[in-house]
């Protein structure tokens, strides 16, 4: 975000939330299945928890700089903070209704019911008492205050908590519910009907003898949101280092929400909030029970019922018929499509490289490092077969930074050449590289994607994957890891674009050719699918191309700073959001170029950290054959007209329609019959 901005935070911050409606919406659609709809639900409330963490601690932190810095911004933190939780209060009460009125009389149809510890009957409450005695008794941790005194409690960052209230004047009780321990639910046995219960109600029917002797008047459920670092990301030059400056001492792990049970009285609610240092604009009244997120493991007795019928992935002919790997790639480019297609592909790429006699070198960039894989456990056994192995950590991949740098500790043990996270730097990139002896000479192959190596997202992100041994992109490629490295300062790429290097430059480039063919009367089309959109100088240029003639259709999953369809401003600009089965989680950018279409896909949104402030990998789509298939799927979904929302400055968030006579187009179940039926023949 820079000085005297036209498109203030308001627009981008009230864009995340109306992503988290169209989240809503899709919880609200029954005809998805029960457990998907609570799913969704579940990506509802890990979505609010992630905004507060990151949109709204940044609000907080330009509360803390000096007034007259503020004013340069053109924005009030307070007034926005106020806006914000309007809307989420308005988002929670229709998140209540869809789970009280929809999905759990569905549930109980099927004969799944959601009990509190008073519904218990006697054998429920004899096993209750026997799983918190035999497992949860010896995770909990209460601990008794005074809220007249000095704090002497710290609540984990959106970790759930009993506050519970004493008959004794001031006093008060915090208990944990070890979720990360047992999960979150307990399935009672059954035979017909399915009982299941909320930890946090065996904890809750046991609080007499966990502060014995005290008389409870009442126990909410409590849980704060924490700003755990910077996220000034958006601000730059002089005015980022004076904003910097202004923050002397900043209390890590601020807090930034406190969600508690509405039931809670008025005075309790005071003192408990003042007790933890809360501001009332600070306060979010919630239901009996919070963290949603944790319905993504709720018990399913029927297993496959209840949820989207499983399709079968596509097997790539190229792959599944192949005996080495690398010759396969060696004749000619490769591209899997996940989830459509299995991980697989990519596991047994890394696996041969590591056990193959001629492969000398492996390097790889991991974002967010799956807990246990295939592809740790090969690049393991490639150190142990003696191969030289790089492994790139980024040790502030948000929510990943513990496992990550554990990994990056056992790779270490095991002679990996391991390199960490660089200052004011994230590595977004998803990328490996391999060496190869043939014919007494070096020879180079590629893996670049759009998605994390992980197997497990792998199923439910739609991501692309491009395996190659061409020169012009494995040579580009080896400077990146170079430069990873720190054995090459500037890399000089002729084909790939790599942030923060050429990315933007070549993207403004393309453009502006789109601008110059519009203006000599010549076809002039941009075609963009990203999950954001927020860089000022990059929407100023959109803006720019649709007053000159070029049409630009856009396909932005979440957020976005941009304004589509608006007169005299965005006429040439359209712009859909698709919420479906799988989290759409890939980058194509597509520029007509007079009739000879460049396409370009990786790692990077145009958003100003991808373009200025990661390092990011974006590779030109070379083969014919694949920039048809990529082509086709682009075009699939730009069509969709189940699944699509129109987003504009409206927010209505309004369907699009088919015409009259238009097939229906659910793009993500087209795209794995369209792949179905390609690698089929």
């Not at 003696?386 to 095991?414: M, P, Q, S």
């Not at 959109?542 to 007169?567: H, N």
Request: hydrophobic fraction near 35%.
């Amino acid at each position: 975000m820079t000085e005297n901005s036209e498109y203030p935070l308001i627009h981008r911050d009230l864009d995340w939330l109306n992503f988290n409606y169209r989240v809503l919406q899709e919880a609200e659609d029954t005809s998805n299945p029960v457990y998907e709809r609570l799913k969704f639900l579940a990506i509802f409330s890990s979505n609010l928890d992630e905004f507060f963490r990151v949109r709204v601690s940044q609000l907080r932190q330009i509360k803390q700089i000096e007034k007259s810095l503020r004013k340069r911004l053109a924005l009030k933190p307070n007034k926005l903070v106020k806006q914000i939780i309007a809307k989420v209060e308005k988002q929670q009460t229709q998140f209540g209704e869809i789970f009280n009125d929809s999905i759990i009389p569905e549930l109980k149809k099927n004969n799944i019911y959601i009990i509190g510890h008073r519904e218990f009957n006697k054998a429920q409450v004899k096993e209750a008492e026997a799983f918190f005695e035999k497992e949860v008794s010896a995770l909990l941790q209460p601990q008794l205050v005074d809220l007249t005194k000095k704090k002497a409690v710290f609540l984990e960052n959106n970790a759930i908590y009993f506050c519970v209230h004493f008959e004794e004047e001031n006093k008060a009780g915090f208990i944990n519910i070890p979720v990360k321990d047992l999960g979150r639910f307990y399935q009672f046995k059954a035979d017909k009907k399915h009982y299941i219960t909320f930890l946090d109600d065996i904890v809750k029917m046991h609080l007499e003898s966990i502060f014995p002797g005290r008389k409870i008047i009442g126990a909410y459920q409590i849980k704060i949101s924490r700003d755990a670092e910077l996220y000034l990301d958006e601000f730059e030059g002089e005015l980022a280092e004076k904003i910097y400056e202004s923050l002397e001492q900043r209390s890590s792990g601020q807090p930034t929400r406190l969600l508690y049970d509405a039931s809670i009285s008025d005075g309790f609610l005071k003192l408990i909030r003042k007790y933890l240092g809360i501001g009332k604009i600070d306060l979010v009244p919630g239901g009996e029970y919070h963290n949603f997120r944790d319905f993504f493991g709720f018990p399913n007795p029927y297993k496959n019922k209840l949820v989207y019928k499983k399709l079968t992935p596509i097997k790539h002919p190229a792959f599944e018929k192949s005996k080495d790997y690398f010759a396969t790639v060696r004749k000619k480019d490769r591209m899997v499509h996940f989830p459509y297609m299995s991980f697989d592909y990519v596991e047994k790429f890394i696996e041969n490289a590591a056990n193959d006699k001629h492969v000398t070198k492996i390097k790889i960039s991991f974002y967010r490092v799956a807990d246990e894989s295939k592809l740790t456990s090969s690049l393991l056994k490639a150190l142990e077969n003696g191969k030289k192995v790089t492994v790139f950590i980024e040790a502030k991949a948000r929510f990943d930074e513990e496992n990550n740098i554990n990994w990056g500790r056992t790779f270490e043990k095991k002679g990996a050449n391991v390199i960490y996270s660089y200052p004011k730097i994230k590595v977004h990139s998803k990328i490996f590289y391999v060496e190869r002896t043939e014919n007494d000479k070096k020879k180079r192959y590629a893996y670049i994607g759009t998605g994390n190596f992980n197997a497990e997202t792998s199923k439910i992100y739609c991501d692309h994957g491009l395996f190659t041994a061409d020169k012009r992109i494995t040579k580009d490629l080896d400077q990146v890891f170079r430069v990873l490295e720190g054995r090459l300062i500037i890399p000089k790429p002729k084909h790939l674009l790599i942030s923060p290097f050429n990315t933007r430059k070549e993207f403004e480039k393309m453009i502006l050719q789109e601008m110059d063919n519009a203006k000599k009367g010549l076809k002039a089309e941009i075609h963009v699918k990203i999950n954001s959109m927020e860089d000022q100088d990059m929407i100023k240029l959109l803006y720019r191309a649709s007053k000159k003639g070029v049409k630009i259709r856009m396909l932005v999953r979440g957020f976005t700073s941009l304004i589509s369809g608006r007169e005299n401003l965005s006429d040439n600009i359209y712009m859909t959001s698709i919420v479906d089965r799988f989290l759409e989680h890939g980058r194509i950018y597509k520029f007509h170029n007079h009739g000879e279409p460049t396409m370009y896909f990786g790692s990077a949104d145009w958003m100003n950290r991808n373009l200025d402030r990661r390092i990011e990998v974006l590779a030109p789509v070379l083969d014919k054959d694949i920039f048809k298939e990529l082509d086709d799927i682009f075009k699939i979904q730009l069509a969709d007209n189940v699944k699509a929302r129109i987003q504009d400055y409206k927010y209505q968030n309004e369907y699009v329609k088919p015409a009259k006579g238009e097939k229906k187009i659910r793009s993500q179940y087209k795209i794995y019959e369209y792949l179905k039926e390609k690698h089929s023949t």
